[in-house]
């Protein structure tokens, strides 16, 4: 009788079939990017008929809004100020790939819109995807402090340089200006980095084989 072995086959780059999920990240982020787009283009055509379904100050039916005020804004110049912060906020997050983005997303999303909802001007309506700008920048803030990360850390403070002045004035109410979306868009981010976190970190162990007998 003898014996033989086979080693497991390397696993190593079985990930590499699905893809980098720093693409999938960028690619769903550009897809909520293009449905913003697609959105002001059609409320346009429809003379502004869309901006109704924002978030309603504690209207039931306004709460549509939670999830419809991110697609909508008050012009191009609106979309356009938005954009740019969430399209270089977004990608950095979208490098721990599209799960995560869209985790990030869901939780600011839900926390800015009712909070917004919840404490807006009675008969106010809100539109806007800044509360999602804020969300991404206060998570990418504040994660490195959940994570213990200092690549992280350094990636919050870079944020803070370049984008701390726009987040503070756009905490101060101001004529037109949902700060309540600003503020609980921030909170959803906190939320968020508690929530999620970065990247699991990697355990390793010996490979181990497999014997058979004939």
């Known amino acids: 009788m003898s014996s033989a072995y086979s080693p497991l086959p390397d696993r190593r780059g079985a990930g590499n079939r699905f893809g980098d999920p720093g693409v999938a990240g960028l690619k769903i982020l550009v897809l909520l990017v293009g449905l913003m787009w697609a959105s002001e283009f059609l409320d346009t055509f429809l003379g502004g008929a869309l901006d109704g379904f924002g978030i309603q100050a504690r209207d039931s039916d306004g709460l549509i809004g939670i999830a419809a005020a991110p697609f909508l804004h008050a012009g191009f ?68 402090i959940f994570n213990r990360s200092l690549g992280q850390l350094l990636i919050g403070i870079l944020v803070v340089v370049f984008w701390g002045g726009a987040l503070l004035s756009g905490l101060l109410p101001q004529a037109g200006i949902s700060w309540q979306g600003h503020f609980f868009g921030a909170v959803g981010g906190l939320i968020s980095a508690w929530l999620l976190g970065g990247s699991p970190r990697r355990t390793t162990s010996p490979r181990s084989t497999s014997w058979g007998a004939s």
């Open 77 to 144: 110049a609106h979309l356009i100020s938005n954009t740019i912060p969430l399209l270089m906020l977004g990608a950095i997050i979208a490098a721990s790939g599209a799960a995560h983005l869209l985790g990030v997303t869901v939780v600011v999303a839900l926390v800015s819109g009712i909070g917004t909802w919840l404490t807006s001007p009675p008969g106010s309506i809100t539109v806007g995807a800044s509360g999602i700008v804020f969300g991404y920048a206060t998570y990418l803030i504040v994660r490195g």
